[in-house]
């Protein structure tokens, strides 16, 4: 079994680091051997300076016993003689004494020294066996890695090859998917070239329609009124007789059920003949308005999500509605055929208008964006970022667009342009928008239970329509204009509606019928009577007593 070169070389250098420490206790064990020595060699000569001192001592007292009796001049140089030696004698024994005791503390300096480097000694020899089991572990572990780093390689080579097999059928695939893609854009050519043909013959009727069919509604009302005996279908819905524009709407004419949940929009067609209401069911429904009666015609699907806003372009023969999927779809009002889904805002849709003409569309949405989009190449054109989520769009006469945001603020937009050119603050979050027949104001619902109108030349508030009762109920309760312009109305949460006076700025009507909260009022375009939608399915249709 081969060894890492990397450790054996760590393993080695520890080893010479251990017998490097060795040597230098070598030179302090030889230290202390020389000092025991010299240690042993003060202690004989200790011993040799006391039996000698010893001695000189005897010595000197036979010499005193001796030179007694010898005359005092001769005894007494002697002693002086051997007085002197003995100084000198005691002070070498002294000077022996001294260095024993400097000998004996290096004795107990370096036995002090040696122990601590015996305890490291010991500390490195543990050092060193917790070494070679590390390197055990490690030739082990070692071992297992490159048993795994050949079960891995033999792994890899497995899924190189089926990668290799994968990117030859992904090259086919692709291959055949340019080929569908190619055969998807002729085919998508010649959908395109048919709708074209379609709608040219669709604008051809169109145009016959309202050249012909205003006068012949006018003539159908007048007859219904006069012949009270005409037959009415079992599924559809009396709508009264007109009153003049003087008397406004006081009673709650009919109530029918217009959808399975809640009804959150609802449009006049530009002629009045056909009525359209949203709801929470994802459906749109087209009510036809003939013979002093509504039928639901048409019931339009393909909405994924509540239905929040709808309009008609200028000829009456498209619908546009905005939904809460994230996508607006245009309908023909003839056939109720989905024609356009228009998607790519990332949030709810909560307002789309027709722009101008039928060829154009903007929508609003909680995304924070405006987008316009060109109906014959069903794709985006512009997108506006707004800073605030757009609850709804009003389009003036001359192609100006106009959002109402939840930053209680009034935008104005040119389609040619990215950023607003003007804006008004108001006092709460804006929930609706409303164009005045004449393009000069708008009418703005805010959630601070107040109703504007806006002077769009002069971009300033001309009046403020409240009233104590008046609790706006949702960020998209619809407030608007009557026929005449003379009168503005709107739903609150209760189910009252209140309608005034836009000269006068006084309370006109406030009527109670539904039971649930309001979420929308769309007034007939041309007569004197308005319908309310309310969060229970309810639809009602207003007219006047003549009182």
């Given at each position: 079994m ?12 520890a080893?010479k680091k251990?017998?490097k420490?060795?040597?230098q206790f070598q030179?302090?064990i ?8 010299i ?9 040799q300076?006391?039996?000698q001192?010893?001695r000189l ?6 010499l005193?016993?001796?030179?007694t009796?010898?005359?005092d001049?001769?005894?007494s140089?002697r002693?002086q003689a ?12 002294t000077d ?7 000998h ?7 036995n ?8 490291e ?22 071992s297992?890695?490159?048993n ?24 086919s ?10 055969e ?17 013959y669709l604008?051809?009727?169109n145009?016959?329609?309202?050249r012909?069919h205003?006068a ?6 007048e ?15 009396m709508?009264?007789v ?16 217009a ?5 959150t929009?609802?449009?006049?067609s ?7 209401t949203g ?11 003939k013979?002093g ?13 509540s239905?929040?806003?709808?309009d ?10 905005g939904s ?15 024609r356009?889904?228009?998607?790519g805002?990332?949030n709810?849709v ?13 929508s ?11 109906l014959?190449?069903?794709?985006c ?13 009003a389009v003036l006469?001359?192609g100006?667009?106009v ?8 935008r104005?937009w040119d389609?040619r ?10 006092n709460g979050k ?7 027949k004449?393009?000069?104001t708008?009418?703005?619902c805010?959630?601070?239970d ?7 030349r002069?971009?300033?508030v001309?009046?403020?329509f ?34 005034w ?11 109670k019928?539904h ?11 041309y007569e004197?009577?308005?319908v309310?939608?309310?969060?229970s399915k309810?639809v009602?249709?207003?007219t006047?007593?003549g009182k």
């Amino acid at each position: 079994m081969s060894v890492d070169p990397e450790l054996r070389n760590y393993v080695l250098l520890a080893l010479k680091k251990k017998s490097k420490g060795s040597e230098q206790f070598q030179e302090l064990i030889e230290s202390h051997g020389r000092l025991s020595d010299i240690s042993a060699s003060l202690k004989i000569e200790n011993l040799q300076l006391t039996v000698q001192n010893e001695r000189l001592r005897q010595e000197n007292l036979d010499l005193q016993t001796r030179y007694t009796g010898a005359p005092d001049g001769k005894s007494s140089e002697r002693v002086q003689a051997l007085e002197q030696k003995l100084y000198t004698l005691q002070e070498e024994v002294t000077d022996l004494h001294r260095k024993k005791g400097e000998h004996s503390q290096q004795v107990l300096d370096l036995n002090a020294k040696l122990t601590e480097k015996e305890k490291e000694v010991a500390t490195k020899e543990n050092r060193f066996s917790e070494l070679q089991q590390l390197y055990v572990r490690a030739v082990k572990d070692l071992s297992d890695t490159k048993n795994k780093v050949e079960e891995l390689t033999a792994s890899n080579q497995l899924i190189r090859d089926e990668y290799d097999a994968l990117h030859l059928a992904y090259g086919s695939m692709e291959k055949l998917l340019r080929k569908l893609q190619e055969e998807n854009q002729n085919l998508v050519e010649q959908l395109i070239e048919i709708k074209k043909r379609d709608a040219d013959y669709l604008n051809a009727e169109n145009d016959q329609f309202i050249r012909t069919h205003h006068a012949k509604v006018r003539r159908e009302l007048e007859e219904a009124v006069k012949e009270q005996t005409t037959p009415v279908p079992a599924d559809t819905v009396m709508f009264p007789v007109f009153l003049p524009a003087t008397s406004l709407p006081d009673q709650a004419f009919r109530k029918f059920d217009a959808h399975d949940g809640e009804v959150t929009a609802v449009k006049w067609s530009p002629n009045g003949r056909w009525l359209t209401t949203g709801g929470s069911d994802r459906k749109v429904k087209l009510w036809d308005f003939k013979q002093g009666a509504f039928e639901c015609k048409y019931t339009l699907t393909g909405s994924n999500a509540s239905v929040m806003s709808i309009d008609f372009d200028s000829t009456g023969t498209l619908l546009i509605a905005g939904s809460n999927d994230y996508a607006c779809r245009v309908w023909t009002v003839d056939d109720g055929r989905l024609r356009h889904t228009l998607t790519g805002h990332t949030n709810k849709v909560l307002a789309a208008r027709f722009l101008g003409d039928p060829t154009k569309a903007v929508s609003g949405s909680y995304d924070r964006t405006i987008r316009i989009w060109d109906l014959r190449q069903k794709s985006c054109i512009s997108t506006k970022l707004t800073v605030s989520s757009c609850n709804d769009i009003a389009v003036l006469v001359g192609g100006t667009i106009v959002s109402g945001h939840f930053d209680k603020k009034i935008r104005f937009w040119d389609e040619r342009t990215d950023a607003s050119h003007n804006d008004i603050l108001l006092n709460g979050k804006i929930t609706s928008l409303d164009v005045s027949k004449d393009s000069n104001t708008i009418l703005a619902c805010s959630r601070n239970d107040e109703l504007c109108m806006i002077d769009v030349r002069q971009y300033k508030v001309l009046a403020t329509f409240t009233d104590d009762r008046l609790k706006v109920g949702f960020d998209w309760s619809r407030a608007c204009f009557s026929s005449s312009g003379q009168q503005v109305t709107v739903g609150g949460a209760d189910g009252s509606v209140f309608i005034w006076d836009t000269t006068s700025g006084k309370l006109e009507r406030y009527l109670k019928e539904h039971q649930s909260s309001i979420e929308a009022v769309a007034w007939h375009p041309y007569e004197n009577t308005f319908v309310s939608v309310e969060k229970s399915k309810k639809v009602i249709l207003w007219t006047s007593t003549g009182k």
